[in-house]
């Protein structure tokens, strides 16, 4: 009996340091699809690539054709109505806000659209990411009422105060996530946008052209 314990017991750990390693991690448990697209649209709307990616994973796990009961769509779970406020934000034409209205699972698209609505929910809570993906969970509405009603001001951390389990639950997760791709992805990388940067980024949003 006591080898067979033995036996399970070195099965396990070497089933840990086999998912411990970077490559396996890479391939089964944080892979980075779509990375161009990410890469091009977190640049361009200044906001952090591993954060993109981490909000990609805990919202749709990577699925196109994710949809949610809500009526989340795609790969970064966005509203209909949500993205089309996004392409009124970024002038877009009727033609083009219905275009992509309908093609709203198109990974593009999809990435435009959330990448660019994470850029201003950090822009809005002035760099805060606990705040910022508060909103994105639960409505940046939500979110300046829990600030009012409980006096957080922009530096606030404290996730486990957060008003709802299932946004306590996805900051932590998205923050977990972002921090492993920052580990597995370069690390050199992940530099935070300094808070002072967020008062000019927003009108600079407005004025980039697709």
């Known amino acids: 009996m006591l080898k067979k314990f033995l036996k399970i017991g070195a099965a396990l750990v070497a089933i840990y340091f086999f998912i411990s390693l970077p490559a396996v991690q890479k391939k089964f448990l944080y892979p980075f699809p779509y990375r161009t697209t990410v890469e091009n649209y977190s640049a361009r709307w200044q906001v952090d690539k591993f954060l993109t990616i981490a909000v990609m994973k805990v919202e749709s796990n990577f699925s196109e054709a994710a949809h949610s009961q809500s009526g989340a769509v795609g790969l970064m779970q966005i509203m209909p109505e949500t993205a089309a406020w996004i392409a009124y934000q970024l002038e877009e034409t009727p033609e083009e806000i219905a275009c992509d209205i309908k ?16 850029a201003e929910l950090e822009d809005e809570f002035n760099g805060n990411d606990v705040l910022a993906l508060a909103a994105y969970n639960a409505g940046r509405g939500n979110v300046r009422e829990w600030m009012t009603k409980n006096h957080w ?17 996805y900051v932590k997760s998205v923050l977990h996530c972002r921090e492993k791709y920052a580990k597995l992805y370069g690390t050199n990388d992940l530099v935070s946008t300094p808070i002072a940067l967020h008062e000019l980024r927003f009108a600079r949003l407005k004025n980039l052209s697709l």
Do not use: C, M, Q
């Open 153 to 169: 001001d922009k530096n606030f951390s404290d996730v486990d105060k957060i008003p709802y389990a299932e946004t306590r639950h």
């Open 103 to 118: 093609n709203l699972h198109e990974p593009e698209t999809n990435i435009r659209y959330g990448t660019w609505y994470l």
